[in-house]
Every structure is written in structure tokens, then in C-alpha cells.
């Protein structure tokens, strides 16, 4: 949850609400970006 709050500046009360497949895609994206931001 610490690399889905860091990237989108979620509160935890956000993420707390979501199932674990909806937190599971939330950190998938959340890779994607920060793999994105060391491409450029």
C-alpha cells in the first residue's frame, strides 16, 4: 500500500476501503508509472 500512497498521494482511508484484486490493480499502475518516470 506504501507504493500505491507514495505515487497517487492516497491517504490510507482511501486504500482501506478497496478489495484486494482493486488495491492489486491500483499497484500494478502505480509500477507502471514509476517504471515509466525511469525511462525518461
Known amino acids: 500500500m506504501a507504493d500505491i ?3 497517487f ?4 482511508a482511501v486504500m ?3 478489495e484486494i484484486l ?3 490493480e491500483w499497484r ?3 509500477r507502471r508509472r ?4 525511469d525511462d525518461e
Do not use: K, R, Y
Open 22 to 24: 482493486e488495491l492489486a
Open 5 to 7: 500512497a507514495a505515487v
Open 34 to 37: 514509476v517504471a515509466g518516470a
Open 16 to 18: 482501506e476501503a478497496m
Open 28 to 30: 500494478e499502475q502505480a
Open 9 to 12: 498521494h492516497w491517504p490510507p
